[in-house]
């Protein structure tokens, strides 16, 4: 039997570093910390702090309200207001709404159906249908129709009654 | 307390005491003893769905909501404590748990879940749900139902609502006009706490099924912790939409399906159903992913016998062909208003071709946005080894997300339009499956293993 002199003993030989012993889980590892770090670098969104400030301030505010206190800064408060005040004006019975904004906004618009719910809305069209109300945003009054509620920024319309005849589309 | 902190609680209880309930009837889903993080997953998605079936109860002219709810409530109860007396008289093989030894890593690990959740609910409830989809769709629906205490025609009208997309499913609505239902006020902020509980539903989904599959507590524990920081799925702009539920219930679809190929357990063909239902019931894409889970099983080789298999396919396609026939028996087939198949056609060949390009060119263009994401996700799957019950929650993964980059070139507004708007979340929601797919790659293939141990 071949005898190792004590120093070059098998046993004596150091062996590989544990993580060499398992390079696909360094790898792994490595990926795992890599992916983690971009993760934790996207983890508190810009402002956070500010907004936490705003909920704060917001804390005793009906849910309406915390809305709009602790909505972005390039949200259209007064146009929310318009909103909020057209909803709690509503008339009983009203089947729909027509929503007459200036200008061309989705969100705007998706806004108002989110707040009117369960009411269908309608944006700009050319007449209320039958049993809808028109809320107007701004200051434009078209002639014709029956004021229901002057609004913050606008006004709840309801519509003349069709005559004989009159298609409502 | 502030009228904040009265909301909070108030749909907190209601969360809790959902998944609570759940969580005991889930003891009819799921086998083993009556503890495991897996069975609270489960047990928390039917304690909501038991929320969502009392709003849908309400709107059919039955109970309130909160009597629906209590209803529902005793129904779980019932199955829970029938369950667990069968399980008494059949005298069930609980194996002992085993002494729980953490490593400082362990520890690191668990400490980073519960700062993703953290951090996930800080971002959920900083302010109310407002992105555009939460408005124009899931809130818009939910909000509806509860204040007409039906679901509104108007919604199922393409000219009236079609911003809206009546052809999507109304499991999320109704989820969110049961608990404004039962708590007694649509409160969307509140309704928000809604969104980290999804979140924890998932972590504990994902990593019961990786230790019960035999993947080593420290692999799970790491994809558990990485999911929980994935912040492109957890954001403030995705709350509120139908993505977070949606990766809970493929997650569970996919576990279900590679347990019911593997014959893991005599419960998992029931999961498979009732993720199948659960998928179909949130978005269209879990309805597609049904489908491609009844491809996964029929094509499933291993030792699934050819009768399993076709046992297996059935369990996930039934279900969701079910819901689906229904839901157009009742509100109609509006179509698929963002896409045009009719680029099929041979005489549009050349601008389908335009689109392709266009699709490919807009596809690369987000990926280079996940530069350090995608190299460290292809990292971990080419690092580990082959395993068939964790393949296949890859390929559907994989499926899904050939669909999603695909789909842009049929879209109504352009290829740009859409992937910039739906890709990268959609991709993201796809990121439970991910996990355990790659987890269980790490694994050493042992036998199943119960969730308590």
């Not at chain 2, 999804?198 to 972590?203: D, G, K, N, V």
Request: glycine residues 10%; aromatic residues 8%; charged residues 15%.
């Amino acid at each position: 039997m071949r005898r190792f002199p004590p120093e070059i003993r098998p046993n004596s030989i150091p062996s590989r570093p544990r993580v060499l012993r398992h390079p696909r889980r360094v790898l792994a590892a490595v990926a795992a910390a890599c992916l983690a770090a971009r993760l934790l670098a996207r983890a508190v969104p810009p402002g956070f702090a500010d907004q936490a400030r705003s909920l704060a301030a917001a804390a005793q505010l009906d849910p309406a309200a915390r809305r709009v206190a602790t909505a972005p800064r390039r949200f259209n408060r007064d146009y929310f207001v318009f909103l909020e005040s057209a909803r709690r004006a509503l008339p009983p019975g009203v089947r729909g709404v027509a929503l007459y904004l200036p200008g061309v906004d989705e969100s705007a618009f998706y806004l108002a159906v989110y707040e009117f719910a369960p009411l269908p809305v309608r944006w700009n069209p050319a007449r209320p249908d039958p049993g809808w109300i028109a809320a107007i945003y701004g200051p434009a009054r078209p002639a014709g129709g029956t004021v229901v509620r002057e609004l913050p920024g606008g006004v709840l319309l309801a519509p003349p009654a069709p005559g004989p005849g009159d298609s409502s589309h | 307390m502030s009228p904040l902190a009265v909301s909070f609680a108030e749909t907190g209880a209601l969360l809790l005491a959902a998944g609570a309930f759940g969580t005991l009837a889930a003891r009819r889903v799921h086998p083993g003893g009556c503890r495991g993080p897996e069975r609270t997953g489960w047990g928390i998605c039917l304690g909501l769905s038991a929320v969502g079936l009392s709003a849908l109860l309400a709107s059919l002219g039955g109970p309130e909501p909160r009597w629906g709810f209590a209803m529902l409530v005793v129904a779980l109860l019932s199955i829970g404590w029938f369950s667990a007396r069968r399980k008494a008289a059949d005298a069930p093989a609980v194996p002992s748990a085993q002494p729980l030894t953490l490593r400082p890593a362990h520890i690191i690990l668990q400490v980073s879940i519960a700062a993703g959740t953290v951090l996930y609910a800080a971002r959920a409830l900083i302010r109310p749900m407002g992105s555009i989809d939460f408005l124009a769709i899931w809130g818009l629906k939910g909000r509806s139902i509860f204040s007409a205490g039906a679901i509104p025609a108007w919604l199922s009208n393409s000219e009236l609502a079609g911003f809206s997309h009546p052809e999507y499913p109304l499991g999320l609505p109704l989820l969110y006009a049961g608990i404004a239902g039962v708590v007694g006020t649509w409160d969307d902020h509140a309704m928000a706490l809604l969104f980290p509980v999804f979140q924890i539903a998932t972590l504990s989904v994902l990593y019961g099924w990786l230790r019960r599959r035999g993947t080593e507590r420290g692999v799970a524990l790491t994809a558990t912790a990485l999911l929980a920081l994935f912040e492109p799925l957890y954001s403030g702009f995705l709350t509120g939409m139908a993505d977070v539920p949606l990766s809970l219930a493929m997650l569970l679809l996919g576990t279900a399906l590679s347990d019911a190929i593997d014959g893991t357990d005599s419960r998992a063909l029931v999961r498979l159903a009732l993720a199948s239902l659960l998928a179909s019931a949130l978005k269209n894409e879990g309805l597609f992913l049904s489908g491609v889970a009844a491809v996964v099983a029929i094509l499933s080789g291993g030792n699934a016998d050819r009768a399993r298999r076709f046992r297996v396919a059935l369990a996930a396609a039934i279900p969701a062909i079910a819901l689906t026939a229904a839901v157009r028996a009742v509100r109609g087939a509006p179509p698929l208003r963002d896409f045009d198949f009719g680029l099929i056609s041979p005489s549009r060949f050349g601008e389908l071709l335009g689109r392709v390009g266009e699709t490919i060119s807009i596809d690369f263009h987000i990926a280079a946005r996940a530069w350090i994401i995608l190299p460290a996700i292809a990292l971990l799957l080419a690092t580990g080894a082959a395993a068939p019950w964790a393949t296949r929650l890859l390929g559907l993964a994989a499926a899904a997300l050939a669909v999603y980059l695909a789909l842009p070139a049929f879209a109504v507004l352009g290829p740009v339009w859409l992937a910039e708007t739906t890709l990268f979340r959609t991709a993201a929601a796809l990121a439970p499956l991910a996990a355990a797919g790659i987890a269980g790659r790490f694994a050493p293939g042992g036998p199943a293993r119960d969730p308590s141990s």
